[in-house]
């Protein structure tokens, strides 16, 4: 099943704000899945299109086989590396969602009360 | 010999279905590469490595592309050996069941078939450029160099293979593999074995068109193979590299690349016009401007006779490519680098016309030749009409052509170009206007200087005739049937200009040449049969042309075939009779005209004037009718001249002389008869 991008936790008031390219990481992942779904439409398509030149044969056949292997072969491997892709950007998207959420409880947490006895351990000049 | 058997109607459609796919495949290609370049821009820690697999996407692409296009290649190599298949009634189960069988050298040639896998066309494209860069540093035999080009003729068609060979080589590398050729000659010398090199060097030479083919820029009617237009931009040939080959220029040092071996490539390639507009335009303007004379190679002849001079190697790649040649004979400005840059003020079609150099070489006037034909006879009519404008003033202007070898070109151009000629003979008159520009008429005393140029060449005058015939037909064919006098008013203006051309070239009058103004004059003759031949009232004459103008079209396709039948008449040998020929002609075609096309009297009224004008000289039982025989009516048609007994013809020479026919006529003629005068007059009191 093809990654999808989580919603986004937003930052509240105060909070620190965790650095995360939503709009491009969003388009990116539909982009990979895309053309994961390509790949896979190509290598199907391609698989039922070749008996059709069963009657082709000579050295320009062996050439070309060689060559439909080879390409294949990488086609079958990139749509995994681009499903792969896409669920690590997507991985990455709920680490910054974790993120947000922690630095947005940090922001809701009351400040510690106001120490009344003073600093000790340093020498400041007044 | 190793075959393939396929059936190329199933391998011709798989190569396009597949094609179709990739291009699909490329837009999501296109697409992940656009969207992780924004990616890359962040900083985000969240964002995983992205590694490069939309590099390796858009390879694959490519590698896809590559790879269909193979197969539709070796299906067009079948197509091409069989190009009856696509004709035959066939039904899909015989087109299915259909294997055909051909050689692989075969398909190679005939489909341009390259690597199947790009990759592999790289890898031997990067592995023949080393073994050259080591043949050019180590010598080389004359077995070793037949494997380079066989290796080369592998992949000659592949763009891969072009776009890794061309860049990996250098410009300066793909000038030294002619040279390369030169070190490996069996025998040492072009004499031992001709033409050995040319052939070696051709599969090299054609690498470098297939590259070219693969830039954007190039035009697509300069495009050999069209599935090159839809290549990614990282397969193209950089441009960086075009420019560095288009600005090349060593003449004279031979240890180095030079401009005889570069042009050898030149020659045997077939580069885009843009490109070689460029090289001509580097190549030959120092020759133009200096009137230099092209020398062989170290003085010798290293390439054959036609091969071993850098500029006329230049000018005939030029003559091969019309556009080319079209493009650089109107060009001011050779560019950068040239002697002339900035500011030129003559275009390379006068430069080439006043080029002169000291030694006159045939094989270069063949080659100007060349070059001036393809701007003349293009098909685009506005610059060819400018480039002839161009002619016509300059060859006037310096009164003479130096290379005899442009005159049957010119007097070709002239045919082609007549009515700017006759345009000419429109100049304002002295007798139309008073106070006269001195310089209004220097349009009309250049076309007459350029046409007295090209009556010294028996073939460039035989042109010129049958051009100004061509021009009558034509003018006549574009009437829309309000009077005969603009059409003969510019048909005299023309008379007059050829025939004092022809008259004031002082040319012997050799057999050929009367014959020539005979056909001329035979062809002017005929207009009347054709504008009489179908006498409708109110009917334009080009409809009635269009019916009658067999004959006059048999005598242009006939022209000056008198002459070599021995049939020629003396009397054409003298201009003034020609003259009186042309203008009882046109008069003769003017009374046509009124009959036939206009419809001014009934056939009862011609015959009533013919007796008339007759009178009493008619004999007993003479034959007076000139309508052709077996019609009757008001409206019979005029029997053609030649068909005419002799008291037939008598009858209708004394019906043009008829005062009816006298009254009608009088203005056309008078009008005809009066601009070939002027003509006549101007050039004669200029």
């Known amino acids: ?51 059709t030149i069963v009657d082709w044969v000579g050295t320009y056949r062996d050439e070309f086989d060689r060559a439909y292997g080879r390409i294949t072969g990488t086609a079958s491997g990139l749509k995994e590396t681009l499903t792969t892709l896409a669920s690590s950007i997507v991985s990455g998207a709920e680490g910054a969602n974790q993120a947000q959420r922690i630095y947005n409880q940090a922001a809701l947490e009351p400040d510690p009360p106001a120490s009344t006895t003073r600093r000790s351990g340093r020498n400041i000049p007044v | 010999m190793a075959t393939s058997s396929a059936n190329p109607f199933k391998l011709g459609r798989y190569s ?15 697409a992940v590469a656009g969207k992780l370049a924004s990616l890359r821009g962040s900083g985000s820690p969240y964002l995983p490595a992205l590694g490069e697999p939309d590099a390796t996407l858009t390879d694959l692409a490519g590698d896809w592309h590559h790879l269909d296009e193979f197969a539709g290649d070796v299906a067009n190599a079948f197509f091409q050996a069989n190009q009856n298949l696509g004709e035959r009634p066939m039904s899909q189960e015989q087109l299915d069941a259909m294997v055909l069988s051909m050689g692989d050298e075969s398909i190679l040639r005939l489909g341009h078939v390259g690597y199947a896998d790009r990759d592999a ?21 004359t077995d070793e160099l037949n494997g380079l080009a066989d290796r080369a003729t592998r992949g000659q068609f592949d763009p891969a293979f072009a776009v890794t060979f061309v860049e990996g080589m250098g410009v300066d590398g ?29 599969p090299f030479a ?49 240890d180095q690349p030079n401009n005889l071996h570069y042009s050898l490539l030149v020659k045997n390639a077939a580069l885009p016009s843009d490109v070689l507009v460029d090289v001509a335009n580097r190549h030959l303007d120092y020759l133009l401007a200096h009137d230099a004379t092209p020398t062989g190679y170290m003085n010798s002849i290293p390439w054959g006779i036609n091969d071993s001079m850098a500029e006329i190697n230049i000018l005939d790649a030029l003559g091969a490519n019309q556009d080319a040649s079209l493009d650089w004979l109107g060009m001011k400005n050779p ?4 002697i002339y840059y900035p500011g030129r003020t003559a275009t390379n079609m006068e430069m080439l016309l006043r080029y002169h150099p000291n030694t006159i070489d045939p094989i270069l006037g063949d080659a100007l030749a060349t070059v001036v034909e393809n701007g003349l006879q293009h098909w685009e009519g506005t610059e060819s009409d400018a480039l002839f404008e161009i002619v016509i003033d300059t060859v006037g202007d310096q009164d003479t052509v130096h290379f005899d070898e442009l005159l049957p070109t010119l007097g070709e151009g002239a045919r082609t170009h007549m009515d700017q000629l006759a345009d000419r003979t429109h100049e304002v008159m002295p007798s139309a206007v008073g106070n006269v520009d001195e310089n209004a008429q220097q349009g009309l005393y250049n076309a007459h200087d350029f046409l007295k140029v090209l009556m010294d060449d028996d073939d460039a005058a ?52 009367i014959a020539a103004r005979q056909s001329f004059l035979d062809g002017v003759g005929l207009v009347k049969d054709v504008v009489g031949l179908v006498p409708v009232a109110g009917q334009t004459a080009s409809s009635a042309i269009s019916i009658g103008s067999f004959a006059l079209d048999q005598a242009i396709d006939n022209f000056g075939m008198s002459g070599l039948e021995g049939a020629v008449d003396q009397d054409y040998a003298n201009m003034a009779n020609v003259r009186d020929g042309i203008r009882a002609e046109l008069t003769s075609a003017t009374a046509a005209y009124e009959y036939g096309v206009r419809g001014t009297w009934t056939s009862g009224e011609v015959i009533d004037a013919t007796n ?54 009088s203005g056309d003629r008078t009008a005809a008869g009066q601009r070939m005068d002027e003509v006549i007059d101007s050039l004669e009191h200029r």
């Open chain 2, 121 to 141: 066309a790289s890898a031997a494209a990067n592995q023949l450029t080393q073994d050259i860069r080591a043949a050019m540093e180590d010598g080389i035999s």
């Open chain 1, 1 to 51: 099943m093809a990654a999808e991008m989580p919603a986004k936790v937003e930052a509240v008031a105060g909070a620190t704000v965790a650095d995360f390219p939503w709009a491009d990481a969003a388009a990116a992942v539909t982009a990979l899945n895309t053309a994961a779904r390509s790949l896979g439409t190509q290598l199907d398509s391609r698989s039922t299109m070749l008996p």
């Open chain 2, 174 to 202: 793909m000038v030294r593999i002619p040279a390369l050729v030169e070190a490996a000659w069996p025998g040492g010398e072009y004499g031992d074995n001709p033409g050995w090199g040319q052939d070696r060097l051709l």
């Open chain 2, 206 to 254: 054609t690498i470098l068109t297939t590259a070219m083919d693969t830039r954007a820029a190039t035009p697509q009617i300069d495009r050999h193979d069209p599935d090159n237009q839809n290549l990614a931009d990282g397969d193209r040939l950089n441009e960086d590299w075009v420019r560095e080959f288009t600005g090349f220029w060593q003449p004279d040092d031979f």
């Open chain 2, 612 to 665: 008339a004008a007759l009178g009493s000289s008619v004999a007993q039982g003479m034959d007076t009718d000139f309508f052709a025989d077996g019609t009757s009516g008001d409206r019979r048609p005029i029997k053609p001249y030649a068909e005419m007994s002799a008291d037939e013809r008598r009858a209708y020479n004394e019906w043009l002389n008829s005062d009816p026919v006298g009254d009608a006529v």
């Open chain 2, 335 to 338: 560019g950068d680098g040239t």
């Open chain 2, 16 to 30: 396009s279905d597949g094609l179709a796919l990739g291009a699909a495949l490329k837009t999501q290609a296109d």
């Open chain 2, 462 to 513: 035989n042109s010129v005739y049958r051009g100004s015939l061509e021009f009558v037909q034509d003018t006549l064919n574009s009437d829309t049937g309000d009077g005969f006098g603009g059409e003969s008013r510019q048909i005299g203006g023309l008379m007059g200009l050829v025939t004092e051309a022809d008259e004031n070239a002082r040319v012997e009058a050799t057999e050929a040449r």
